[in-house]
């Protein structure tokens, strides 16, 4: 499994059940402010990487600094003989170059998450430029506990993020909340503009695209042929197993993000032993779907299979995927 994808892990595979994270005060004592850094692009020859982005220093997470190795930060524990220790890491399936700033260069625009021992697990958005040869963390801004993505963009200036996240009535486990947040780059760092709420975390949601699968786990590609999507359309999943057609009816859960669907039917067609297989296993994975949610972008559909193992079935818009 990469570095990167634990930090995000929790959002599809959190089962029914909530609680209150359990963090110190010092390491979350309010919002955290980005601190005012070098921003020149002095011998700039290029935007950073996520090679360099996983061994730069970057501020306004706790009240110091802290420096990723391999894209990792583990400090000490928070108490002599205690488990909780803070630790960062790098998201290194989330990074895109913009110019963030308004001075015709690219900048590097990545996503870290934060945790320190207890059920919380806290992202921020970061950007990094290079100058006189280091990179610089330009700015820092925290996001919230347990936030998914749905996607990202750079608008009218702004470093837009379409987000789920908790809304006012929401338990810590389970975000419903959709909306649009936005960030400028300032010499101060990063300043968060107007958020415009979408509405909340349904499986309606999901209807405006056809979603073609890309890993059948994490770490773990899907066959690129024949296809294999889900659709949900009309109050009914359906789609292509890759040799046979398939539909169900829709089951939401109690909890925003539960999800199960109801006995699955299909087509009878023959094909490929090799196909045949993907199918089957697909099949039974989507059966036992517990819950949806966004990782990076991608629909996560969290299945638990007959011994309580987790697999995460994700997807992308399959009018973008190539």
Request: net charge negative; hydrophobic share 35%.
């Amino acid at each position: 499994m990469r570095a990167g994808v634990l930090g995000l892990l929790f959002l599809a595979t959190a089962l029914p059940g909530c609680g209150t994270p359990d963090v110190s005060e010092d390491s979350h004592g309010g919002e955290p402010i980005s601190s005012p850094v070098e921003s020149g692009h002095s011998g700039a020859a290029h935007r950073p990487g996520l090679d360099e982005a996983a061994d730069a220093t970057y501020h306004g997470i706790y009240d110091h600094p802290v420096t990723l190795s391999g894209g990792i930060f583990e400090g000490a524990p928070f108490a002599d003989g205690g488990v909780s220790a803070p630790r960062v890491e790098l998201l290194q399936d989330f990074e895109f170059g913009a110019d963030v700033n308004g001075d015709g260069l690219q900048e590097t625009i990545v996503l870290l998450s934060e945790s320190s021992g207890g059920s919380g697990t806290f992202s921020y958005l970061a950007t990094l430029t290079m100058a006189d040869g280091r990179v610089i963390n330009m700015g820092t801004a925290p996001l919230g506990d347990r936030v998914q993505i749905q996607g990202w963009r750079i608008a009218d200036g702004f470093i837009e993020l379409d987000m789920v996240q908790s809304g006012p009535e929401d338990a810590a486990c389970c975000p419903s909340q959709l909306v649009t947040r936005r960030w400028t780059q300032t010499d101060r760092g990063l300043t968060e503009g107007p958020t415009d709420i979408r509405g909340k975390l349904s499986p309606e949601v999901l209807a405006s695209a056809e979603w073609r699968l890309v890993a059948m786990d994490l770490g773990e590609e899907a066959p690129k042929d024949p296809r294999v999507t889900i659709d949900f359309s009309g109050g009914r999943v359906a789609g292509s197993s890759g040799c046979n057609r398939y539909m169900g009816s829709i089951v939401n859960g109690r909890m925003p993000g539960e999800l199960s669907f109801g006995p699955l039917a299909g087509t009878m067609m023959a094909c490929p032993e090799e196909i045949m297989e993907t199918e089957k296993r697909y099949m039974d994975l989507l059966s036992r779907v517990t819950r949806f949610s966004f990782h990076l972008g991608k629909l996560a559909l969290t299945s638990v299979d007959e011994d309580g193992n987790v697999h995460l079935l994700l997807f992308e818009d399959s009018s973008t995927a190539p």
